[in-house]
């Protein structure tokens, strides 16, 4: 009976059973139970109805809506057996609460954690730009929003590039696709803005748009995006988020285009004041313009006035001048002449004086003696004059100098001299020698 069916280990079969059950997805409805996050990124609990429960397991990661115990849901995923064990578990791969009760609580569960971490934290809101060129629209072609969309913003600027990007906006699948086309827009088809717009619906209707993953796509969009879903009176958690909500999407479509024709009336509003100013301006100056030829008039009567009289100054000081020239030449002149004349009478007396100096220091030469029959003896070997008999002694060899020649002599004695004889300018003893000595 079992001679065909094949035998497996205990491992190999978990495993098997793994590759058959990861197939089949369900969407399993129960209430939490035990609800826990371990780590900081594990999520465990139970889902249970009246008769029976599984154990769900998940990823922080995973988790599009903030869960605790006693909420309604549907769990998305595939049951799963750990190997090692052989547990058998439910893995969750998306939540859809169910119920008013449990979609509000998780509402304010989701708002409050995504609050808390700064997404609704109006500095990191992205300015929209003024005049955009080219949009693009998260939205589904079939619903009446986008029409609207189209129409308007067609009928208020025109000229615009618009691209849509068709996505559910409702269901269990909707939050995925919109994550995917905001994500698009950013990594391969910039735009100016992005709109994420739906009509309006029920709260469960709008789910997809107070998904946690759809929340946090917008907030890491580097364009910015207007958000218009549902009617005026719905709020969903990514209008907290986007740069800018709008009430419906009609108003979204105005929020991100100018009207044209508030635009021609703010130019024609503009270019009246401008001309308006402009002719304020021209009257302005024309006065002031006024004013400073009234003012420089003043200045030039006054320059004139300044320079005749200053010419006539410059005349008088000229003539003045001039009159000074001359008395200061004749004065020059006068003493050119008394300085001359006193050079000459001072040089005519320096001149007289040296003659009479000059004649002095020739009658006093002392060669001059020796013409008068003196004569000068001093020492042959030390060219010293001898001036005293005292500086001499026997055996010396003398020479004697006379006007007309020399004799050498050798002392042979040496005398007192008589009274002192009477010395020449240059201290030198002339005695006066017969002729013939």
């Not at 098997?16 to 939490?32: C, M, P």
């Not at 998260?138 to 969309?149: F, G, H, L, N, Q």
């Not at 300085?339 to 002095?360: K, N, P």
């Not at 005292?390 to 004695?413: L, N, P, Q, T, Y």
Request: net charge positive.
């Amino acid at each position: 009976m079992y001679s065909t069916v094949p035998v497996v280990s205990v491992t190999q079969f978990n495993e098997y059973t793994n590759e058959v059950l990861a197939n089949l997805k369900f969407g399993v409805r129960g209430e939490i139970i035990g609800y826990k996050v371990s780590q900081g990124k594990w999520v465990t609990f139970d889902l249970k109805d009246a008769t029976s429960k599984i154990s769900c397991f998940s990823t922080v990661y995973k988790q599009n809506v903030a869960l605790e115990d006693g909420m309604e849901v549907i769990c998305y995923g595939y049951p799963k057996i750990y190997v090692p064990y052989g547990r058998f578990s439910f893995t969750v791969e998306a939540v859809e609460p169910v119920g008013e009760g449990a979609l509000k609580k998780a509402f304010e569960l989701t708002k409050s954690r995504l609050e808390s971490e700064g997404l609704f934290d109006p500095k990191y809101k992205k300015p929209l730009p003024r005049f955009p060129d080219r949009i693009g629209i998260v939205s589904s072609p079939e619903a009446a929003a986008y029409t609207d969309i189209l129409r308007i913003l067609n009928n208020r600027w025109g000229g615009l590039e618009i691209f849509l990007r068709p996505v559910l906006v409702q269901g269990v699948n909707a939050p995925g696709e919109i994550v995917e086309a905001i994500q698009y827009f950013n990594a391969h088809f910039p735009v100016d803005v992005i709109l994420v717009a739906r009509g309006g619906g029920s709260l469960e209707d709008l789910q997809a748009f107070n998904d946690e993953r759809v929340c946090r796509a917008i907030f890491a969009s580097k364009i910015p995006i207007i958000t218009g879903v549902g009617h005026e009176r719905d709020t969903t958690l990514v209008d907290y988020v986007a740069d800018r909500r709008a009430s419906t999407p009609s108003n979204a479509a105005e929020i991100a285009v100018p009207d044209r024709r508030d635009i021609l009336d703010q130019l024609l509003w503009s270019r009246r004041t401008m001309d308006s100013s402009m002719e304020e301006r021209i009257r302005t100056l024309g006065t002031q313009l006024l004013h400073s030829k009234t003012h420089l008039d003043r200045f030039v009567e006054n320059i004139q006035v300044g320079f005749s009289n200053l010419q006539a100054k410059f005349v008088t000081a000229s003539n003045r001048l001039g009159s000074m020239m001359q008395t200061g030449q004749s004065n020059i002149a006068l003493a050119e002449k008394n300085i001359r004349d006193i050079l000459l009478r001072r040089i005519a007396l320096s001149r007289s004086r040296l003659g009479e100096r000059q004649v002095f220091l020739q009658s006093t030469h002392p060669y001059r003696l020796l013409e008068k029959g003196y004569s000068i003896s001093y020492q042959r070997d030390a060219k010293t004059i001898i001036r005293s008999a005292k500086s001499i002694k026997w055996g010396d060899k003398i020479v004697s100098r006379w006007r007309d020649g020399e004799a050498v002599s050798i002392v042979e004695k040496t005398t007192n001299p008589s009274p002192a004889l009477p010395l020449t300018r240059e201290g030198v003893a002339a005695s006066p020698l017969s002729k013939g000595d």
